[in-house]
């Protein structure tokens, strides 16, 4: 099977990274409390620095070694269009253009200069720290840096004769293995991003990236089935042609064949069993809530004996009546309701002074989470 699958591709090829102005985000060191979750501290430093909620911000972090601190970063969604969020959805990583820049740094206390891209960026860092105490990213050019850097000095404390790099090459990330990236000026190899880095540093949206890494894993084991389905099929066609004159062997092959097909059927029941988690993980049966919808258009006379759900937007509704004139008056005050797609009155039966009904409803799923059962 090796020498079918060296014809097959091994893998999809790796997502894109993506570099975010970092001109849009501002950038604070923040202390850190030793045993806390860092995503919880993070999110209440940002609660306090920001003008506007961590819903309406793209944001990130990236901790100290120590555990001590971290280097917090946040930009308001707006500041961005829809151009430059093009690749998002498909990013191995999106992250401030600022970040690789951070494995160019001083020996000691020292400034690192970028001016590129119509931006001026400047890091200052204090000696024997692995994050800088200041970070700025302003556009414009050279004429800018003479201030910046007395800016950024003045801030972390460092005298002007501290050593300063000045990088004038290109920086890229590139995505390798699992959560694995490397940074790279041109060509030139700088340093992989620490690992402990990459799960902070993705701007994106925390739901989003979660919702990313199970697609991720589903999407992996449907690959490699994929592979071994495709792997199969290529064995059944070179034993199909090598059995022309060989009845034993087309014998074989039939057997082969017949034994992969419990191979296929659990591909396919695997596939089938991640599609309906997707789906359940996502979406969920509210019968509360849809009877919460139908309930104040029911006049006193209609009493509800049962309900059962029909699907994630179907509901029927058994009910009783003791003026038959209000089945037909509530199906038309349903039929008002924008949230149902469709009412239907079946089975209107009457005895002993009670007309009995029963209501087949289809809600509309936009009904749903404007009702805000969604």
């Not at 014809?7 to 060191?29: I, T």
């Given at each position: 099977m090796s020498a079918l699958?060296?014809?097959?591709?091994?893998?999809?090829?790796?997502?894109?990274?993506?570099?975010?102005?970092?001109?849009?985000?501002?950038?604070?060191?923040?202390?850190l409390a030793e045993g806390e979750p860092v995503e919880a501290q993070v999110t209440l430093a940002l609660e306090g620095m920001a003008p506007f909620p961590p819903e309406q911000l793209y944001h990130g972090y990236l901790p100290a070694a120590d555990g001590r601190s971290a280097l917090v970063f946040a930009a308001f969604r707006r500041r961005f269009d829809a151009l430059e969020t093009e690749l998002w959805e498909i990013a191995a990583l999106v992250t401030p253009d600022f970040v690789p820049l951070l494995l160019v740094k001083p020996a000691g206390a020292g400034v690192t200069l970028r001016v590129a891209e119509g931006r001026v960026t400047v890091l200052a860092w204090r000696e024997g720290e692995d994050l800088p105490e200041v970070v700025i990213v302003r556009t414009g050019g050279p004429e800018q840096v003479a201030a910046l850097l007395e800016e950024v000095r003045a801030r972390a404390g460092l005298a002007a004769e501290a050593e300063l790099i000045e990088s004038v090459g290109d920086f890229t990330l590139r995505a390798g293995g699992e959560g694995e990236f490397t940074v790279f000026e041109g060509e030139r190899l700088v340093a992989p991003l620490p690992v402990a880095w990459?799960?902070?540093?993705?701007?994106?949206d925390p739901e989003f990236l979660a919702a990313r890494r199970r697609a991720g894993v589903r999407d992996h084991w449907l690959w490699r089935g994929l592979?071994?389905?495709a792997a199969v099929l290529a064995l059944a066609a070179l034993l199909q042609v090598g059995s022309g004159g060989f009845g034993l062997l087309t014998r074989r092959r039939e057997a082969q064949v017949g034994a992969q097909k419990p191979v296929v059927a659990q591909i396919d029941a695997a596939q089938m069993l991640a599609n309906r988690i997707a789906e359940l993980s996502e979406k969920r049966l509210m019968p509360f809530e849809m009877m919460a919808m139908i309930n104040p258009a029911r006049p006193e006379s209609v009493v509800f004996q049962r309900l059962v759900t029909r699907g994630l937007l179907g509901l029927e509704v058994e009910?009783?009546?003791?003026?038959?004139?209000?089945?037909?008056a509530y199906a038309n005050a349903l039929k008002a309701l924008p949230a149902l797609a469709s009412v239907q009155t079946r089975e209107v039966r009457a005895r002993d002074g009670v007309t009995s009904f029963i209501l087949a409803l289809e809600f509309k799923a936009d009904g749903l989470k404007k009702g805000g059962a969604l």
């Open positions: 699958t060296q014809y097959l591709p091994s893998a999809l090829p790796p997502p894109p990274v993506v570099l975010a102005r970092g001109d849009a985000f501002f950038v604070r060191r923040v202390a990459t799960a902070g540093a993705d701007v994106r592979l071994g389905a009910a009783q009546a003791v003026n038959p004139e209000d089945v037909g």
